[in-house]
T-cell receptor, first 113, second 118 residues
Framework: DTAVSQTPKYLVTQMGNDKSIKCEQNLGHDTMYWYKQDSKKFLKIMFS???????INETVPNRFSPKSPDKAHLNLHINSLELGDSAVYFC????????????FGQGTRLTVV | AQKVTQAQTEISVVEKEDVTLDCVYE???????LFWYKQPPSGELVFLIR??????QNEISGRYSWNFQKSTSSFNFTITASQVVDSAVYFC???????????????FGGGTRVLVKP
């Protein structure tokens, strides 16, 4: 079983569209994250949720809205997609409050045309 | 603010050579954690090691070894006798700070691409 799974793996869409990326973890972790990796491979955190509560929101445009229906799921919805949103988006999870390693999903490559 | 610097953007070696990846970090936290992740060409992020700020012992795992020096704020990674399968981008990362503000977030360095030629 995949520990952290994201769907879809690839997403190509036109500017202005709205799209969602789904993430699920079966590790029993309390904390989930979204990271963005740009074209230069730079990784930066976007959001962190703990037990469905938003912990971190790192100056991300409000076109990006995370939603956590339960602690095993953290979805990312993006409105009015722009060319600059093209990137690889990684979902991750970790146990809460322990500073243990985060386990990452395989990534979703989003291309906005 | 936390910062991680990986000064080497790309390293190219021939198989069986040793390669050392540098990582320098900045943090005001007294308790923090350091990590290395590997990103192979397939794109996933693979955890390699975690080290807390109170444990300065070096660690060896097979062909991998890590040198943590708090005095120089460095956490360097060496691959001994490199193999083609080691070709990947390697990221150093840092976490720490107050839970409500930092929530275990990882601050990543820019990554070092390692190319191992046969």
């Amino acid at each position: 079983d995949t520990a952290v799974s994201q769907t879809p793996k690839y997403l190509v869409t036109q500017m202005g569209n709205d799209k969602s990326i789904k993430c699920e973890q079966n590790l029993g972790h309390d904390t989930m994250y979204w990271y963005k990796q740009d074209s230069k491979k730079f990784l930066k955190i976007m959001f962190s949720y703990n037990n469905k509560e938003l912990i971190i929101n790192e100056t991300v445009p409000n076109r990006f809205s995370p939603k956590s229906p339960d602690k095993a799921h953290l979805n990312l919805h993006i409105n009015s997609l722009e060319l600059g949103d093209s990137a690889v988006y990684f979902c991750a999870s970790s146990p809460a409050r322990l500073n243990t390693e985060a386990f990452f999903g395989q990534g979703t490559r989003l291309t906005v045309v | 603010a936390q910062k991680v610097t990986q000064a080497q953007t790309e390293i190219s070696v021939v198989e069986k050579e040793d390669v050392t990846l540098d990582c320098v970090y900045e943090t005001r936290d007294t308790t923090y954690y350091l990590f290395w992740y590997k990103q192979p060409p397939s794109g996933e992020l693979v955890f390699l090691i975690r080290r807390n700020s109170f444990d300065e012992q070096n660690e060896i795992s097979g062909r991998y070894s890590w040198n943590f020096q708090k005095s120089t704020s460095s956490f360097n990674f060496t691959i001994t006798a490199s193999q083609v399968v080691d070709s990947a981008v390697y990221f150093c990362a840092l976490s720490g700070g107050q839970w409500k503000a930092a929530g275990n977030k990882l601050t990543f360095g820019g990554g070092t691409r390692v190319l191992v030629k046969p």
